[in-house]
């Protein structure tokens, strides 16, 4: 069965560091989403992407952050700056369609800022 | 805005005993509903979603849920736990063109 895959699966690093989070959706799939989990809190929507271009964002999604698909394989999530408040579970997601279709995750990738 | 709450971070049932887990939503719109579930160092698998078709909904592995729309509630059951239903659980509303926001999980434990 095909699923989404991350990586890395752990990710260290220091405050004031970039970091790019790499995801690999499902082949067929359009859209494509960023969520992180704060350990103990709930999952939180960062961003949906959709034809290139980012289609609803929240409000944690800020100028620190972004988006791409370099190519047509992969989805990253870039930190720019991170804070030690960056530090969680950062999970992507993809879905064939947009209306309530079903979203497949990845297994996350757990950031940690020192 | 669409908001989820779910109450009770903490579900305990004994194995073979009724699962109930409360989700309630506020929504200006007809929502779109979800559950998922959550195992341990993994990412989260859907359960079942509600798309204003059936307000009862089957879901996968026994669950379902039924939509109130006089009460704003989503709550998810199961009439017989097992213990590879220990889990967490998050219900979700969908917002917007493709935003969703998640309630923060309750965690269910089944006791042998």
């Known amino acids: 069965e095909p699923e989404v895959t991350q990586t890395p699966s752990h990710q260290v690093t220091q405050m004031g560091q970039e970091v790019i989070l790499r995801c690999v959706p499902i082949?067929?799939?359009?859209?494509f989403y960023w969520y992180r989990q704060i350990l103990g809190q709930k999952v939180e929507f960062l961003v949906s992407f959709y034809n290139n271009e980012i289609s609803e964002k929240s409000e944690i999604f800020d100028d620190q952050f972004s988006v791409e698909r370099p190519d047509g394989s992969n989805f990253t999530l870039k930190i720019r700056s991170t804070k030690l408040e960056d530090s969680a579970m950062y999970f992507c997601a993809s879905s064939e369609e947009r209306v309530a279709d079903t979203q497949y995750f990845g297994p996350g990738t757990r950031l940690t800022v020192l | 805005a669409q908001s989820v709450t779910q109450l009770g971070s903490h579900v305990s049932v004994s194995e073979g005993a009724l699962v109930l887990l409360r989700c309630n939503y506020s929504?200006?719109?007809?929502?779109?509903l979800f559950w998922y579930v959550q195992y341990p160092n993994q990412g989260l698998q859907l359960l079942l979603k509600y798309t204003s078709a059936a307000t009862l909904v089957k879901g996968i592995n026994g669950f379902e849920a039924e939509f109130k729309k006089s009460e704003t509630s989503f709550h998810l059951t199961k009439p017989s736990a097992h213990m590879s239903d220990a889990a967490e659980y998050f219900c979700?509303?969908?917002?917007?063109?493709?935003?969703?926001?998640f309630g923060s999980g309750t965690k269910l434990n089944v006791k042998p």
């Open positions: 929504s200006s719109v007809p929502p779109y």
């Open positions: 979700a509303v969908k917002s917007g063109f493709n935003k969703f926001y």
């Open positions: 082949s067929n799939h359009l859209y």
